[in-house]
């Protein structure tokens, strides 16, 4: 197993192919950090910016980030490409997933809503480059976002930043695939009708 | 909606699930056969489609605006706190992994291994004769004659100290509440 996994790694670098997550998370588990930090590297963007839209904050996104990859580090061996539903990618928006809901856990819901609605409409304001009203555009999704119930923010941006499939989203939140719909459902048609 | 897309409550979930193309092949062509027979359903997809693309380019004008997410820093220091919980939390992790090895063994087990150690121990210990056993077995015992009346007269001893100490600590007690008592009448009369 392992020397067709080197095999795997060697022929991917040779050909010029990126190495898939699964080979990366095998190496990982190995003791591999190089392997780690190009899957750091590979879902930095996507993961932030979850984690920015769901917390409303970019030092929480941060430290939920570093968080979520700690744990990566401590449960790697329990990860199982070949079994795990929607492969690393889903493994990770999960345990993500889970550090936001710890996150609201440990604060009151309604503080930290209050303090995500201020963040946004203390924003900067337009750029110099920008449109007026493209501008209010951008503020006002921002409050539109901040109004949307942390469960329908959730599955509205693991769509959106992980890409991922509603029945992957049902398993990574742990509902019925009909209550992930739902929730889609309802946070478009509300950020639509805020929008406007 | 058609038997086949019973396990959908409602319209809105089947379409959610027909744009996304999640949908079997089967469930996909009935779905298609009802909307070309149904105008209102028809209506209710592309009204659904047109929302979902305007979200979708809305958050993507945000994440626009807002700029990239600075990576290369945020990678920097994720990695770097990867590479202490390396160093750091790596024993305890092993030791972890130890523990969880010794709780598969069942209880019994690990009692009847205790049992035995305990008397490899005392068998190897009687046989280089550093204890000794009661008469009758290998060694000599050692008894230690005691005194009933000593004892007797010990414990009379504790009790009259403890009864006498009970006592006094209840009569402090008492005449601290008394002059509690006192000073809050005069606190008042006054």
Same mark, same amino acid.
């Given at each position: 197993?392992?020397?067709m996994?080197?095999?795997a790694?060697r022929?991917?670098?040779g050909?010029?192919?990126?190495?898939s997550?699964?080979?990366?998370?095998?190496r990982?588990?190995?003791?591999?950090m190089?392997?780690?930090?190009?899957?750091v590297r590979?879902y930095?963007q996507p993961?932030?910016r979850?984690?920015?839209?769901?917390?409303?904050?970019?030092?929480?996104?941060?430290?939920?980030?570093?968080q979520?990859w700690?744990s990566?580090?401590?449960h790697?061996?329990?990860?199982?490409?070949?079994?795990?539903s929607?492969?690393?990618?889903?493994?990770?928006?999960?345990?993500?997933?889970?550090?936001v809901?710890?996150?609201?856990?440990?604060?009151?819901?309604?503080?930290?809503?209050?303090e995500?609605?201020?963040?946004?409409?203390e924003?900067?304001?337009?750029d110099?480059?920008?449109?007026?009203?493209?501008?209010?555009?951008?503020?006002?999704?921002?409050?539109?976002?901040?109004q949307?119930?942390?469960?329908q923010?959730?599955?509205?941006?693991?769509r959106?930043?992980a890409?991922?499939?509603?029945?992957?989203?049902?398993?990574?939140?742990?509902c019925p695939?009909?209550t992930?719909?739902?929730?889609?459902?309802?946070?478009?048609?509300?950020?639509?009708?805020?929008?406007? | 909606?058609?038997?086949m897309?019973?396990r959908?409550?409602?319209?809105?979930?089947?379409?959610?699930?027909y744009?996304?193309?999640?949908?079997?092949?089967e469930e996909?062509?009935?779905?298609?056969?009802?909307?070309a027979? !149904? @105008?209102?359903l *028809?209506a209710?997809?592309e =009204?659904?489609?047109?929302?979902? +693309? $305007?979200v979708? !380019? @809305?958050?993507g *004008?945000?994440?626009?605006? =807002?700029?990239?997410v600075?990576? +290369? $820093?945020?990678?920097?220091?994720?990695? *770097?706190?990867?590479r202490?919980y390396?160093v750091?939390e790596?024993?305890?992790?092993?030791?972890?992994?130890?523990?969880?090895?010794?709780a598969?063994?069942?209880?019994?087990a690990?009692?009847?291994?205790g049992v035995?150690?305990?008397?490899?121990?005392?068998?190897?210990?009687w046989?280089?004769g550093?204890i000794?056993?009661?008469?009758g077995g290998?060694?000599?015992?050692?008894v230690v004659?005691?005194?009933?009346?000593?004892?007797?007269?010990l414990?009379?001893?504790?009790?009259?100290?403890?009864?006498e100490?009970?006592t006094?600590?209840?009569?402090?007690?008492?005449?601290?509440?008394?002059?509690?008592e006192?000073?809050?009448f005069f606190?008042?009369?006054?």
């Open positions: 197993m392992e020397k996994l080197a095999s790694v022929v991917a670098a050909q010029g192919e990126s190495v997550d699964e080979v990366l998370a095998q990982l588990r190995q003791g591999d190089a392997a780690g930090e190009e899957l590979r930095c993961l932030m979850y984690l920015r839209r769901v917390t409303g904050s970019d030092e929480v996104a941060e430290d939920l980030h570093q979520t700690l990566v580090l401590q790697i061996a329990r990860f199982d490409g070949s079994c795990s929607g492969g690393f990618k889903s493994w990770l928006f999960r345990i993500a997933t889970n550090k809901t710890d996150f609201w856990r440990s604060r009151t819901r309604e503080r930290t809503a209050m995500g609605l201020m963040r946004v409409t924003s900067a304001g337009p110099a480059g920008s449109g007026i009203e493209a501008q209010e555009q951008i503020e006002k999704l921002k409050r539109a976002i901040a949307l119930p942390e469960n923010r959730e599955v509205l941006f693991l959106q930043y890409n991922m499939k509603f029945t992957e989203i049902a398993q990574v939140l742990g695939l009909n992930a719909l739902g929730r889609m459902h309802k946070a478009v048609l509300k950020l639509r009708q805020l929008m406007e | 909606m058609s038997g897309l019973e959908f409550e409602n319209s809105e979930a089947v379409l959610l699930m744009l996304a193309g999640e949908l079997s092949e996909r062509l009935t779905v298609e056969r009802m909307l027979a !149904d @105008a209102s *028809r209710a997809m =009204e659904l489609r047109a929302a979902l +693309e $305007a979708s !380019d @809305a958050i *004008r945000l994440d626009a605006a =807002e700029g990239p600075p990576a +290369e $820093a945020v990678i920097r220091r994720t990695v *770097r706190r990867m202490q390396r750091v790596q024993p305890v992790a092993t030791a972890a992994r130890r523990q969880f090895v010794l598969r063994w069942p209880v019994w690990r009692a009847a291994a035995a150690a305990v008397i490899v121990v005392a068998l190897g210990l046989g280089v550093l000794d056993f009661p008469p290998h060694g000599q015992t050692e004659e005691t005194s009933d009346d000593s004892s007797a007269i414990a009379a001893k504790l009790e009259k100290s403890f009864a100490e009970s006094s600590l209840e009569r402090a007690e008492l005449e601290a509440h008394a002059i509690r006192e000073d809050w606190r008042h009369m006054n």
